[in-house]
């Protein structure tokens, strides 16, 4: 079910790529992460009124303190850089270099959570980041 989830995600993600170029054609990125800001808050404010009330009240303060830091990092800076890429490079290259994500997450992973290598996770950062100059040099 998990790699099920993940597949959604990506293609979420390979989709609103697209609804981002087209709504880049009428604002600035600023004005696009504003306005998808207020969107998704709206609609994840009322997810978790509604089906998740008793285990928002249950977070630690430790654990606010992350997500607040991950929300201040992932969604309103990583988005408006990510709007501002789409429209200067175009969707075809500014999406895929999103994909050396997990490399910098397996580095941090390594350097701040102790998790080790294995052969299989060198072999596949190695490939993100082929993968990546590949699209990164190609005209």
Known sequence: ?????????????????????????????????FVSMAATLAIIALITALAFRDALLAVSLNAVAWFAL??????PLGRFLNFSSVQQIGVARSSPVLAVGP??????????????LTA???????????????VVTSK
């Open 1 to 33: 079910m998990g790699f099920l989830l993940s597949i959604l995600a990506a293609a979420s993600w390979g989709v609103a790529a697209i609804f981002t170029r087209l709504g880049l054609q009428h604002f600035s990125p600023v004005v696009g992460t």
């Open 70 to 75: 991950i929300g201040v990092l992932n969604f």
């Open 103 to 116: 490399f910098f997450a397996i580095v941090m992973a390594v350097l701040f959570l102790g998790e080790s």
């Open 120 to 134: 299989p996770i060198v072999v596949g950062a190695a490939l993100i980041l082929g993968g990546i100059l590949l």
